[in-house]
């Protein structure tokens, strides 16, 4: 926690720090962990990350000792930065002669002093943490003093950080500014080295961010709060069927009044939800959440005996949908407390129930409406929505989502500035899959940005002519969704489209050229699982050059999926060995962060199996650079032992649609996948909607470079590649098919 104020508390003259201070304690609460860790006496070199031009005045404000700040030279050229580079004692650096400043903060530290230095070389201008430069460790070693890592989280967004590219214009905020600055164990000058410090610093940065007071909140009152602030905002376009515009109140009025409904009428905790994305989809979902129960949107795509496991695991009895959806999905094991949302408005009151609400949501402060539904004002840690994966490989597994997991993701989402409260969101990913229950119907809850629904995203026609006709400025998808567009749109169809995202999948070369020829836009690139809310990476777009800047930064790299979204930190562990592996290599991708679940619901192996030391183990194949890119290389499960060695299914897969030219534009067309060999231990069989020979694949493949062992031995042509409905490959499905072929 913070030290109180004392005459050594900064190198800034007496009246001077008073007056700082308290702007500083005005405008911020600061509060710290590990400031007790920092030598008492000494030199001590710290090294924090930089999001604003205030983080010397945080990180002061948390350290029990003075500071003596590093920072460009080439700033002292305006009078007020001068200024303050001679009161504060700084030290300038220059690029020319970096020299004099090193030797300069080296004869402050080995005179006992506490120097800081921004490693980054700038300030963020992505919101993340980006590469670490060399040089601190030099000022370490020849001062032989140790080096305190160190992280400031929640200045990103105020005034002064590059939030929504610009440093000043932003709207002002009414409270203080609640900041975290989390301090690490010192390392020995020996310890120093800047891969090392970047993992240590996002470490400290996952521990800062978990300390969010929004973090503590309750999803439904936060999303009520939102709603409730701006009812005239136009909230849902509904496209299911006629074009239905539902305003921000409208969405209120009708949740708060259903929310009422369902809790007199639902006994159970946990209800299920069986929609499409559309208005009735949000109305339902806030509803439940609001009467105090969980919301379980259960996957209507998937197998009869696979949703009648996941209803027994969530206990679901009761499930609301519409009775159009009965006719479209026979095969759901419906149970007999089937509720129709129409007519369970009109059961209620219809219009006499909801105005009462409308009418509160206009004239009534945004603050009382959640304690007029009794929402409680802490969620935190306890479950808020239920979702079920199996991994696209076996039987469904219950991922419980807390408030803490939903709001964190929202939150780190929002602080990348690419989900502006402006933007105009395409949202047709089913609310069943991770994507779309988070990012495309909470977070424009919280957020306040529009949705424009079309009810499944294998419609590529409602949803180009969504697109064009509402103005729509972000896409989200997969991979296997986004592709028909390339065959289906016009360029002037996509126009208004500012930014492309997909994920749950690799983005194809292919896909992502034709892609920026033809409609002149960058698809970017993300990663995440259900496990983590699900979003954990994403490219963004670079970030503009600003005057104050002496070279341009990184937001996004080929064939990468981003840095980790911020409050996440990650490793890379060798499969076998269980040991972290050097930065550019290959392993594992373990996570930690608050937006990362807790467990499966009502299985402790599974959970134990899914963690490890308290990180969650992905199952996924990665590595990461030095610029913290992440690089997925496939799912542990996509790899086959054969003969000691591990071949890569997806590697296989890419060049043999490169060879024969198949480019999925209806669905995959080649898969490849291991089955048991006595002899090997596995062999490789294809699975194709192409007439392919073992002679023409074994030529073609040799002739690329591939090796003998990385050729499948066994090919069986299907009519159809399984698919989830959230546009994975269906690897449970696909296995049984390799399996049949063989007879294993």
Known sequence: MLSPLNPKRSYLPRPLELIAATIARLLYRVRSSGSLDIPAQGGVLIIANHLSYVDPVLLQLACPRPIRFMGHKALRTHWFFDLVFRWSGAIGI?????SDGMRQAIRALAAGEVVAVFPEGQISRTGQLMVIKRGFEVLARKANVPVVPAFIDGIWGSVFSFAGNTYLWKSPRLMPTPIFV?????????????????KLMLDLGADAFEQRPVLRRHLARECVRSLAKQPARLQVIDRTADRKPVKAGQLLAAAAALSRHIKRTVPEHRVGIVLPPGAGAFIANLAVACAGKVPVNLNFTTGRS???????????KTVISADIMKTKVPNFPWPERTLDL???????????????WLIAAWVLPNQLIPAMLG????????????????????????????????????????????????CSLLGCLPVFHSFGFTITLWYPLIRGCRVVTVPSPLDTRKIIDAIHEESATVLIGAPTFVRPILRKAKPGELRSLELVV????????????????????????GYGLTETTPASNINQPHPPITTFTAEPQVGKKAGSVGRLLPGMTARIVHPETGEEVPAGEAGIVWFRGAN???????????TQAAFQDGWFVTGDLGRLDEEGFLFIEGRLSRFSKIGGEMVPHGTIEQRIGELFELYDEDGYSAVVMGVPDETKGEALVLLTTTDITADQLREKLLGAGLPSLWVPKVIRRV???????TGKLDLKACREAAMETTGC
């Open 719 to 725: 009519d159809k590649i399984p698919v989830l409905g």
């Open 375 to 422: 929402l409680p004002t802490v969620g935190d840690r306890s479950e808020a929505g239920l979702l079920f994966t199996s991994g696209s490989s076996g039987e469904p597994k219950g991922v419980a989502l807390s408030h803490r997991n939903i709001l964190a993701n929202c939150a780190q989402v929002s602080s990348l500035s690419i989900l502006p409260e402006r």
């Open 342 to 356: 129409r007519k369970e408005i009109e059961a209620m009151g219809g219009k006499k129930a909801i105005l009462p």
């Open 306 to 316: 696979a949703l009648e496991v996941s209803m027994r695991i969530g206990g679901v």
């Open 182 to 198: 989390a301090f690490g164990k010192p390392m020995t000058p020996e310890e120093a080295e800047p891969a090392h410090a970047r």
């Open 502 to 525: 997909t994920g749950a999948e690799k983005l194809p070369d292919d896909l992502y050229e034709a892609f920026m020829k033809q409609f002149h836009l960058e698809i970017m690139q």
């Open 596 to 606: 990362v679940f807790s467990g499966y619901l009502g299985d402790a192996e599974k």
């Open 94 to 98: 220059s690029s020319k002669s970096a």
